[in-house]
Structures are given as structure tokens and as C-alpha cells.
């Protein structure tokens, strides 16, 4: 070998070091943020996917993220599907998202939100971040890159390298960021989904048709902007080359105009691009949202909208054929979409595949991971239940909880026989409570009575509890109030006097729930006030 050749051989060597070295450093320095909602969980729980497995993938902002249940949509109708979001997802990115994933969801439709064609003001930098740097490296991740750093003026190299952006973190760094190497993609049940707990009450009902409202702003400027439009001009290109079925859809949020709803259906049209808008009426009334129950904001579904959202959506994409067979993929006697055929209702029932005679023919993976979902979904709706025996009995009857059951009352309170009943019925008798400032606390982990405890004084605990001890809290019960620390969190509701409970999950480890049941004057028996 030649000198030349040698300095050549040795200079590549070397680079591919310093890229391998690079790459790690970027993979341990990333934020490993590991909530349902981030991008860490999100994008590698879809890379862990089984390759053409997906029958569909859902790309957006946050209002998929918590709008679109998929693991609802399989137990309905047996369509499998992801929700590939990332927060305030830049439609350039949603382009390059649809063609990464492409490479290992061949059979997918692709179905879009279409909020941030519409809908730009205040992208921060951190939703470019979540948009690109997990996304594995290869030719979209590089015009991702090149895209968003030109469209909005960021620095390419923080993109390059992210370690140049996090190197800070080097005081922050703990043994999850090296574990992250050997396991990043792993089986996200949620399939990208947020199961949003809190609700805000709303009069919205929908919006009407009205073409004389235009496709511009109050200041004239164009709806979707140029750029924009540009990126899913050329995503329906992509989908058309590939055979991908594209869907644009608007999931319902508050704050949605007729001029939006008319520069995307302009646009949808003059692609050939299907848009279903479930703002426009009779949507949201005929798939039974309820303003007052299913928003969280006035840009977000909680977990029951998205329920009815979700089931609307399934039914669309097999009434108008954008999905297959889906839980009879297989070919195993009349699949759904024969049970469905012919257009119905939006917002029919569907079909429960779990209880359907059918079940045997689903994907055996998807339907175990059915199971560990219903628990994740009654989890998510224990905040929202405000009936007090409704919610003892789930409580008590869980055997995944750890339920701190702490009594404070400081005698400033209204106190009815009602609310003595309430507590008699959590099992705090009257001997407790009749003195007005007996302090209580009980620890009920996974039905069994761990810890029993009363005093007028104060209670203090401290401890590790539930499954492999992993639940480790420290109580302060006294006159003037309670505090519950929790993974260096605060997790009682201040300022309140009463009944808190407080209720850990084994199987999520984390808490669920955070509440104080308060007696109250005006003829209630309870309030109650959350900390969630």
C-alpha cells in the first residue's frame, strides 16, 4: 500500500472515530425525559414497532398526542396505529417524519393534523429539538435539519451535534443516560398517546359552514403560509409516489375558525387530500363531546374526549376504505370491515375486540398489551371521578395502588353528619374525629394495612413502600395542614383541611392522584379540591 493510500486509510479511520465518539456523547447527553408525552418515549416507542405492522400513523402537535387514542381505536375496530408527534411539530418536519416513517411502515395511511399548517405563533426552539434530535440519523434526518435551521433561522450545528447544546448537563447526568444506549426503543403501550386527566368546562358546540369567511387573517395575510404549504404540497407528492393513503384531519379543539377550516380544505382539494374537520357541526354533538367534561384548555382533548374522538375516527377510516381489515388482517372468518361495511354514522360503537367472538384473529402482541392499557386508562380517569363512594371503592379495590390515606382537620371547617359519615366509611371512626383536631394517617399498599397511625399533635413518616420499594415518601401530617414528598415533589393539596388521599400506582410507579375531600356549608356533604 502507498503512503498516499495509507494517510487516506488512516484519515477516514480516524473521522468515523470522531463521528462514533460524537454520536455517543449526543445519545447520553439528550434529555431523557420519560413522560407519556415526550419525545424520548414517543418516537422511540414507534421505532420499536414491528416493521409493516402499522395499518396507521398519526402525525401532529400535542392536540394528537392527547386528542388520539390508538390503543382505543384497536380494541374498537383492530386497526393498529401510532401517534408519531411531537410538540408544536413543524410541518416541515411532519414531511420528513412521514418519509422516515415510510422506511418501516410500507402498508401505513398516513393521517394529518393539520393545526400547524395553520397555526405557527410562538414555535419554540425546543419543538424544533423534539422534532429532529430523536430521530435516528440518515438522509431525513438531514433534511430535517437543513429545513427547519432554514425556514426558521436556527443554528445548524446545534442540530449536528447536540451534545454542543447540552453539554451543561454534565453535572445533571445519572445512570439512565448511559442505560439509554442499550435501550432506547422499547414498546410504548400508549402507542404515543397522552391520557390527559384534568378537564376544563367550555360552551363550544362547533363551528358552522361559512365560505364568505375567507382563507386570510384579519390582516390579510395568507392562513397557511407559504412555507407550509410548500412541505405538504410535497408530502401528498411523497404519499402519491409511494401508494400512501394521506388523510388530513382537524381533531376538535376550542379555539378553531371558519377561515382555517377554509384555507385547509381549499388546500386539501386542490391536492386531492381528504379532510375530515371534527370541528365542523354537526361535529362535536354527534360524537357526543361534552364541552363542559371532555377539553382540557381551549386546544386540548383529556382522555375522555379522546375516547369519543378516537372511536368517530376509526369509523371514518373504514367506512371510506383508508384502512384494511384491521383485526382480521389475517384472513381469519369476516373481519371488521365487513361487519362495518357500507358508510354508517359517525361515531358508531365499533366493534370490542377484546369481547368480539372474533378475538383469537387479532395481533396476539397488541391484544396483551390491551391489558396493561386498561389499567394505564383507568388510571388516567381516577382524577376525573367526582363521586366520593366511586372513588373509595376503585381505590380499595385496586390491588396495583398504594393508597396514604392522611386525616388533618384544624376545626375551622364545617362539620356535618354527612361528612362523618363519609369518613366513617373510609374506615376513620368517630372516636378519631370527634375532637375536631385528631390527626390521622393509614398506608394500604396493594390492599394490604401497612401503616395505622393517630395523634393530636403531629404525624411524621418516612419510607419506602409498594412493589420492590420503589414508592419512597416523606409525611408531615399536622393541625395546620399536610405535606407528602415524592420524588422531590409536593404532591398534597396546600391549603386544604380535611381527607387527602394520595394514591401510587406499582405498575406506572408514580402517583395517579392527589385529593382532599373537605366539608363544605352549603348543604354538600364534600369538596372536592385536587392536586393533579
Known amino acids: 500500500m502507498t503512503s498516499k493510500k495509507r494517510i487516506v486509510r488512516n484519515c477516514i479511520i480516524w473521522i468515523l472515530i470522531i463521528v462514533l465518539h460524537l454520536q455517543v456523547l449526543n445519545l447520553i447527553f439528550l434529555p431523557k425525559n420519560t413522560d407519556a408525552l415526550a419525545a424520548t418515549t414517543v418516537i422511540n416507542g414507534f421505532y420499536a414497532e414491528e416493521k409493516d405492522s402499522l395499518d396507521v400513523v398519526f402525525f401532529g402537535s400535542s392536540q394528537v398526542a392527547l386528542g388520539i387514542s390508538p390503543m382505543e381505536i384497536y380494541e374498537k375496530y383492530g386497526i393498529k396505529s401510532y401517534n408519531l408527534t411531537t410538540g408544536d411539530q413543524p410541518i416541515a418536519a411532519t414531511y420528513y417524519w412521514v418519509k422516515e416513517a415510510y422506511k418501516s411502515q410500507k402498508n401505513m395511511t398516513a393521517v394529518i393534523d393539520i393545526d400547524m399548517a395553520t397555526n405557527e405563533t410562538g414555535i419554540s426552539e425546543a419543538a424544533f429539538i423534539e422534532a429532529i434530535d430523536y430521530m435516528h440519523w440518515g438522509l431525513n434526518r438531514l433534511g430535517a435539519i437543513h429545513a427547519v435551521t432554514s425556514l426558521y433561522k436556527q443554528n445548524k450545528w446545534d442540530f449536528y451535534v447536540p451534545f454542543l447544546r447540552f453539554h451543561s ?30 378537564l376544563s368546562a367550555f360552551d363550544y358546540r362547533g363551528i358552522d359552514d361559512d365560505p364568505e369567511a375567507g382563507i386570510e387573517t384579519e390582516d390579510g395575510e395568507p392562513i397557511i403560509l407559504e412555507r407550509n404549504e410548500k412541505y405538504l404540497r410535497k408530502t401528498a407528492e411523497f404519499c402519491r409516489e409511494k401508494g400512501i393513503k394521506l388523510v388530513f384531519i382537524k381533531t376538535p379543539i376550542t379555539i378553531w375558525t371558519a377561515e382555517q377550516h377554509n ?18 357541526k354537526p361535529y362535536p354533538d354527534s360524537i357526543g363531546l361534552d364541552p363542559k367534561a371532555d377539553y382540557q384548555g381551549t386546544d386540548h382533548l383529556n382522555i375522555l374526549g379522546a375516547e369519543k374522538v378516537s372511536t368517530a375516527l376509526g369509523q371514518y377510516l373504514l367506512d371510506n376504505h383508508y384502512v384494511s381489515i384491521g383485526a382480521m388482517k389475517d384472513g381469519t372468518g369476516k373481519g371488521v370491515e365487513e361487519q362495518s361495511a357500507g358508510e354508517s354514522e359517525v361515531g358508531g360503537s365499533g366493534t370490542d375486540i377484546k369481547n368480539s367472538a372474533n378475538a383469537e384473529a387479532g395481533d396476539t402482541s397488541w391484544n396483551a398489551q390491551t391489558l ?8 388516567a380517569k381516577l382524577p376525573l371521578e367526582m363521586d366520593v363512594d366511586k372513588y373509595r371503592d376503585i381505590v380499595r379495590s385496586d390491588e396495583d395502588y398504594t393508597v396514604f390515606m392522611l386525616y388533618q382537620d384544624n376545626g375551622s371547617a364545617d362539620y356535618t353528619e354527612e361528612y362523618a359519615k363519609m369518613l366513617s366509611d373510609w374506615g376513620i371512626d368517630e372516636e378519631t374525629t370527634c375532637s375536631r383536631k385528631t390527626l390521622f394517617i393509614e398506608i394500604t399498599d396493594r390492599g394490604e394495612n401497612i401503616v395505622r397511625k393517630e395523634s393530636d399533635q403531629e404525624i411524621r413518616w418516612s419510607g419506602a413502600i409498594g412493589q420492590d420499594q420503589k414508592c419512597k415518601a416523606d409525611i408531615e401530617v399536622l393541625p395546620t395542614g399536610v405535606k407528602f414528598m415524592y420524588d422531590g415533589v409536593d404532591h398534597s393539596v396546600p391549603n386544604a383541611n380535611g381527607l387527602h388521599i394520595i394514591v401510587y400506582s406499582n405498575s406506572e410507579d408514580r402517583i395517579i392522584d392527589s385529593v382532599c375531600f373537605t366539608p363544605v356549608s352549603n348543604g354538600d356533604v364534600y369538596w372536592s379540591i385536587r392536586n393533579f
Open 263 to 280: 384555507a385547509v380544505e381549499e388546500l386539501s382539494e386542490s391536492l386531492d387530500v381528504p379532510f375530515l374537520d371534527m370541528n365542523m
Open 372 to 379: 396493561v392499557w386498561d389499567h394505564i386508562r383507568k388510571n
Open 169 to 198: 448537563r454534565w453535572s445533571e447526568l445519572s445512570g439512565k443516560d448511559f442505560s439509554y444506549l442499550l435501550h432506547r426503543t422499547r414498546t410504548n403501550v400508549k402507542k404515543g398517546q397522552y391520557p390527559l386527566a384534568s
